[in-house]
């Protein structure tokens, strides 16, 4: 099974990359602040990290960083979620070790796009299970709609 650690200060875009992260299958784990990512990275040994940039305590450039030094560490796939997103932001995040970029507001079918080949290249094959982007996106609707308040139950 995938595991994958959502390290995300805001409790809603959390819940939101937790919903389509499961409805993948995926396990997830999820930390609050940056401090917290690099503590719950030792202690879970998590297959990819979806880290955001602006956080608390330690923000995603530093934990990335701190990442990237640590040799046990060097090698985990980081894929920031930020919503930063003016022109060269991309370039700069991508520069400072990230190994994927995706915007905010999140989209299911962005996320697949960006996670299949890190977790394909760390795993050498591909990321299970393998839903089609048209499921995806209609999972995102469901999600959204019911993080949202829009009554639909996420059971």
């Known amino acids: 099974m995938i595991k994958v650690l959502i390290a995300e200060d805001n409790a809603v875009n959390r819940e939101l990359l937790r919903e389509l992260l499961e409805a993948r299958g ?3 784990v999820e930390g609050c602040d940056g401090q917290e990512a690099l503590q719950l990275i030792e202690q879970t040994k998590p297959d990819i990290l979806l880290l955001d940039i602006g956080m608390p305590v330690l923000d995603g450039f530093a934990v990335v960083r701190k990442i990237r030094e640590n040799p046990r560490l060097a090698t985990l796939p980081v894929l920031a979620v930020t919503a930063y997103a003016m022109q060269g932001d991309r370039e700069k995040i991508l520069n400072s070790g990230f190994d994927g970029y995706l915007s905010k ?7 697949a796009e960006q996670l ?5 290249k760390r795993h050498g094959r591909s990321a299970p299970p393998n839903q089609s982007y048209e499921s995806q996106a209609s999972e995102e609707t469901r999600v959204a709609s019911a993080i949202l308040g829009g009554g639909t139950n996420l059971e």
């Open 116 to 120: 299949e080949p890190l977790l394909s």
């Open 105 to 111: 507001p999140i989209s299911a079918v962005a996320l």
């Open 26 to 28: 995926y396990t997830v």
